[in-house]
């Protein structure tokens, strides 16, 4: 079983950034990809990126793409997500998530980290 924390996340004015971080512990040898997620109030969750451990490949959602980055480290199972030029839309709970190679998509979670973006 893997478990996820995130951390980094907290209050900003529009147009700011935050830097979050998802470190991974646990059975490990079988994780293949990490992912950022994010659900709004009132909204479904919805992906925002990922990180293939392997390649260091990334995949951003259309819209964060040119205001954050997503970025890892495979030898220490780290995940990061720097946000930049935030929105009053990207307040959300940012959820990291990873998937491992039996299938079954996303299949381990953390708890969330609150990001909250003010006018």
């Known amino acids: 079983q893997v478990q996820l924390a995130e951390s980094g996340g907290g209050s900003v004015q529009a147009g700011g950034s935050l830097r979050l971080s998802c470190a991974a512990s646990?059975?490990?040898?079988?994780?293949?990809?990490m992912g950022w997620f994010r659900q709004a109030p009132g909204k479904e969750r919805e992906f925002v990126g990922r990180?293939?451990?392997?390649?260091?490949?990334?995949d951003l959602a259309d819209s964060v793409k040119g205001r954050f980055t997503i970025s890892g480290d495979n030898a220490k199972r780290r995940m990061f997500l720097q946000m930049n030029s935030l929105k009053l839309e990207d307040t959300a709970v940012y959820y990291c998530?990873?998937?491992?190679?039996?299938?079954?998509?996303?299949?381990?979670w953390g708890q969330g980290t609150q990001v909250t973006v003010s006018p």
């Open positions: 646990g059975r490990l040898f079988n994780m293949y990809a």
């Open positions: 998530a990873s998937a491992s190679m039996d299938g079954g998509g996303w299949s381990s």
């Open positions: 990180f293939t451990l392997s390649s260091g490949d990334t």
